[in-house]
């Protein structure tokens, strides 16, 4: 189980910055965690669109845990 899962399930519902291994950043808030993957809904309720891939039935845009170089709890306001 990756060193993310737990964090990622306490904060389910807060807004995130994740900046994956190659590179990549995403910002969303946590809709769903799963043993292999975290759900954003990208911030500002957007389906889709550049850079965010599919969005799934329900769940957001989905990354794989062992996939995250850094996770940082956003502030509400720092959104």
């Not at 990622?8 to 994956?20: A, D, F, L, Q, S």
């Not at 291994?21 to 292999?36: A, C, F, H, L, M």
């Not at 309720?45 to 769940?59: D, I, N, R, S």
Request: with cysteine; hydrophobic share 35%.
């Amino acid at each position: 189980m990756s060193a993310y899962y737990q964090t990622c399930y306490e904060n389910m519902g807060k807004p995130v910055c994740i900046r994956t291994r190659d590179g990549k950043e995403y910002r969303g808030v946590i809709r769903q965690v799963t043993r292999s993957h975290v759900y954003l809904e990208p911030l500002g309720g957007h389906h889709g669109g550049y850079g965010w891939g599919f969005w799934g039935p329900g769940f957001g845009l989905g990354i794989a845990l062992g996939a995250i170089g850094t996770l940082a709890i956003l502030p509400w306001f720092f959104i």
